[in-house]
C-alpha cells in the first residue's frame, strides 16, 4: 500500500514503524475471509483490510478521527484471525494498538459513551486479569513453595551436605593417622620381632654345627662342671 507521510511525521519511530506495516499490505483482500466482523457485517470499512485503509489515512491526516472511523476501529475483535491468512505477513496486531492508542489521545468520545467506558473499565479490568486468579494463585501457592524450597536448598547445602562433608573430613584423617600407625607402630614392631629372630637365628647357627663330636664335647664339659661344683660343695 502507497503512503504519504512527511519527513517529519515518519521521524517519529511509533509512524515509521506504522508506514513499514502499511507499506506490506497488497490489498489482496486473502484477510476479510477470515475476519468475524466482516463475514456478520460485510462492509468492507469492517474488514481488516478496511480498517487498515482507516488507520492510513487517520494517521496520514495526523487529525482527531471522525466518529465514523473509530466505529469501525472499535468493531475490531483484536482476535487477529486476520493475520493468520495475510501472505504478505502484515503485522496488524501492532497496527491496530497503535490506531487505538492514536484515538484515546486525539478523539473525544461523546459523553454517554466515555460514561458507559468509565463504568466497564473496571470489570474489564477483572475479567482482563481473569479475575486475578493467576496473582492469587502465584500469590498463596507459587510463592510459599518457592519459599520453602530454597529453605530446604539452604538447609540440604549447608546442614545435610555440611555433615556429609564434615564426617568425610574426619573418616580422611583418621584412616591418615591409622595409616601412620600400621606403618610405623605395628609394621615397626612385626620387623623388629623378625629383625630379633633373625639375629638369635643368625647367633645360634654357629653352635649348631652338626657335629656329634661338639655335642659330646659340650656334654663332657658340663659333666665335668658339675662334678667340680659337686666336689667343692
Ligand atoms: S483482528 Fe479485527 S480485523 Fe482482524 S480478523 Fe479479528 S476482527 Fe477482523
Ligand atoms: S491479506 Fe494481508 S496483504 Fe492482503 S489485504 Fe489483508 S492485510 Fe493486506
Known amino acids: ?50 480498517r487498515i485503509y482507516l488507520i492510513k489515512e487517520m494517521l496520514e491526516k495526523d487529525r482527531p478521527p471522525t466518529g465514523e472511523v473509530v466505529k469501525h476501529i472499535d468493531r475490531c475483535l483484536s482476535c487477529l484471525a486476520c ?37 466497564l473499565a473496571p470489570l474489564y479490568a477483572v475479567l482482563v486479569h481473569k479475575y ?18 530454597r529453605q530446604l536448598r539452604t538447609f540440604d547445602i549447608y546442614v545435610i551436605d555440611g555433615a556429609v562433608n564434615a564426617v568425610g573430613i574426619i573418616f ?3 584412616s591418615r593417622l591409622y595409616r601412620v600407625f600400621d606403618l610405623y607402630v605395628v609394621d615397626g ?4 620381632v623378625g629383625w630379633l629372630a633373625r639375629a638369635t637365628g643368625g647367633a645360634l647357627r654357629h653352635v649348631q ?8 664335647l659340650v656334654l663332657a664339659l658340663g659333666v665335668i662342671v658339675l662334678a667340680v661344683i659337686g666336689i667343692t660343695r
Not at 493468520?84 to 489521545?105: F, K, Q, W
Not at 614392631?189 to 623388629?192: G, P, R, S
Not at 654345627?209 to 659330646?216: D, F, H, K, P, S
Request: with cysteine; net charge negative.
Open 189 to 192: 614392631a612385626v620387623n623388629l
Open 172 to 174: 580422611v584423617w583418621l
Open 1 to 50: 500500500m502507497k503512503t504519504e507521510f512527511s519527513l517529519a511525521q515518519l521521524a517519529d519511530p511509533d509512524i515509521a514503524e506504522a508506514d513499514k506495516i502499511l507499506r506490506a499490505c497488497v490489498h489482496c483482500g486473502f484477510c476479510t475471509a477470515t475476519c468475524p466482523t466482516y463475514v456478520l457485517l460485510g462492509d468492507e470499512l469492517d474488514s481488516p483490510r478496511g
Open 83 to 119: 493475520m493468520t491468512t495475510c501472505p504478505s505477513g502484515v503485522n496488524y496486531m501492532h497496527l491496530v494498538d497503535h490506531a487505538r492508542t492514536y484515538i484515546e489521545e486525539t478523539y473525544t468520545r461523546p459523553f454517554p459513551e466515555r460514561m458507559l467506558r468509565r463504568t
Open 209 to 216: 654345627t652338626g657335629r656329634a663330636q661338639n655335642y659330646l
Open 132 to 149: 486475578w486468579w493467576d496473582e492469587f494463585y502465584v500469590f498463596t501457592v507459587v510463592r510459599p513453595v518457592v519459599w520453602v524450597a
